[in-house]
């Protein structure tokens, strides 16, 4: 395989691990008690091989603002020295000066106004796997048939998966 048929193949691969793992995780969750932790092992050839072990956290309790408004109301009301007032530009307006950049091609007003701050950013190009409708069914085909390697593709050594 060429690194661009392992990259959709592993694309695919990481999607159906990481839904199993998901749903794994969920299945312990409803086994395990908080504070439980739970060996996990295997056995070869009568040897007991021991992978790690599956802990279920117990519940830390901390604070946060869930309502930042009423924090503010209060603050404002009770100790008005402890607020920070920041002016905000209006998000409708600065929309319209992007848009008007966009058209113009430069960051000036339809009236031809310069205006600071605004200019443009060109994003970075990435890879994404894009598998076809029936691709699962390719998959397992080409997994069955031996040309997908799971060993290979994930570079376990020894035989292959």
């Known amino acids: 395989m ?3 048929q392992k990259f959709m193949a592993a694309d695919m691969l990481s ?3 990481s839904a199993l793992q998901k749903s794994l995780k969920a299945d312990a969750e409803t086994v395990l008690e908080p504070g439980d932790r739970k060996s996990v092992s295997f056995d070869l050839d009568g040897e007991k091989v021991v992978l790690g072990a599956i802990t279920r956290t117990k ?5 946060k603002v869930t309502d930042e408004g009423a924090l503010t109301k209060w603050i404002q009301e009770n100790h008005p020295d402890k607020i920070e007032m920041i002016p905000v530009p209006k998000e409708w307006f600065v929309k319209s000066l992007l848009d008007q950049a966009a058209a113009n091609g430069v960051s ?12 443009s950013v060109t994003g970075t190009s990435y890879a994404s796997a894009k598998p076809e409708k029936d691709a699962d069914e390719k998959l397992a085909r080409l997994v069955a ?17």
């Open 108 to 119: 000036v007003t339809d009236d031809g106004e310069m205006v600071p701050g605004i200019d």
């Open 145 to 161: 048939g031996g040309v997908i390697q799971t060993a290979e593709l994930l570079m376990i050594e020894g035989e292959a998966a």
């Open 2 to 4: 060429d690194n661009i």
């Open 59 to 63: 519940p830390r309790t901390t604070w």
């Open 15 to 17: 999607k159906k691990v």
